[in-house]
């Protein structure tokens, strides 16, 4: 089984490729061969002599690159390269070339090279969904974002489901929740002060909470989105029915539902380490995402969630002591 992943630097490539050397197979296939492309050179992992690990350092809207991660005929990508949205929001161009462009690219790669039974499993976001909402939102609902992420990634979506139709590739695309708690330190993404707001006080330092606290997010924990993306590659073609896109089951918390949690599972001072500063530009963007989704397709499809917020820190929690302790 040879498995490309695209966005593979970034921390669900980076974890999805130590889930996929873990599992050791795909749909029953022995794990054989990994290709790992992103701007950035990513980290190579320590594998077994059987499994060989191609890096690739490069644009991924360079067909050139594109090419060559494709001649190998992967027959499962994993396309998790993008622009997140605040630098989405900031930069239109840049925005459109990494996720839209690059993915028009990679689906006509794939056509080019006969790839209709190769499996395209890519993340997309709560971000699709925006403007006048029912107060629960189903997998049909209308796609109308309010962002230009939200924008390209709904048209990403679109093409995917029509190449999909066509018997050009095997499309399956899963609209993340926003993922909390995302390790490491805040980056470009609009929802990033959601883990920073957890993250941080539990590790004794400051955080900074940039929207009203009654806001509310529909999230799910890294730990089980890496069990979607790797239930994503095995889910039988028929099943989908006529789309192939469909939001995963995360947990709909309002901050200040968060911030309880953190004072119920750390203590008043960690409590005391948030600081509340206003951020418009930001509140913008989240408050256009909607809250709360009936998730029924996934769950027949076999996606499993979270149980709470509890559940989500103290995941959080037993990976990051495994992390300090070397484990």
Not at 67 to 77: D, F, K, N, T, Y
Not at 287 to 298: D, G, I, N, Q, V
Request: hydrophobic content about 45%; glycine content about 8%.
């Amino acid at each position: 089984m040879h498995v490309m992943i695209t966005g593979a630097a970034g921390f669900l490539g980076q974890r999805l490729t130590a889930a996929l050397i873990e599992k050791g197979s795909l749909n029953g296939q022995p794990l054989s061969r990994l290709t790992l492309l992103d701007q950035i050179e990513a980290p190579r992992p320590e594998v077994v002599s059987a499994l060989t690990v191609e890096v690739v350092a490069g644009d991924i809207a360079d067909i050139s690159v594109l090419e060559r991660c494709l001649a190998g005929e992967p027959q499962v990508i994993y396309h998790l390269a993008a622009v997140v949205s605040s630098a989405a929001e900031a930069d239109l161009s840049l925005g459109m070339r990494v996720n839209f462009d690059a993915t028009r690219l990679l689906l006509e790669g794939c056509a080019a090279r006969g790839l209709s039974t190769t499996r395209l499993v890519m993340a997309s976001s709560v971000a699709a969904y925006g403007g006048d909402l029912p107060e629960i939102l189903e997998d049909m609902t209308a796609l109308v974002p309010q962002n230009s992420y939200g924008t390209q990634k709904a048209m990403s979506e679109l093409l995917i489901n029509d190449y999909s139709r066509r018997g050009l590739i095997d499309g399956c695309v899963l609209r993340l929740p926003t993922i909390i708690v995302r390790p490491g330190r805040p980056n470009a993404a609009a929802s990033s002060f959601a883990s920073s707001l957890l993250r941080e006080p539990l590790n004794g330092e400051a955080a900074i909470c940039p929207v009203p606290t009654d806001l509310e997010m529909f999230v799910m924990s890294p730990q089980r989105v890496i069990e979607a993306l790797l239930k994503g590659a095995e889910v039988p073609a028929a099943a989908f029915g006529l789309s192939r896109c469909f939001m995963l089951p995360g947990i709909t918390v309002s901050v200040a539902e968060m911030l309880e949690a953190l004072e119920q599972m750390a203590g008043a001072e960690a409590l005391v380490r948030v600081s509340h500063v206003p951020d418009a530009r930001i509140t913008a963007i989240v408050s256009s995402w909607p809250a709360r989704f009936e998730t029924r397709k996934a769950r027949a499809l076999g996606f499993t969630g979270d149980a709470d917020l509890a559940d989500i820190i103290s995941l959080h929690q037993r990976d990051r002591d495994v992390l300090a302790n070397g484990n």
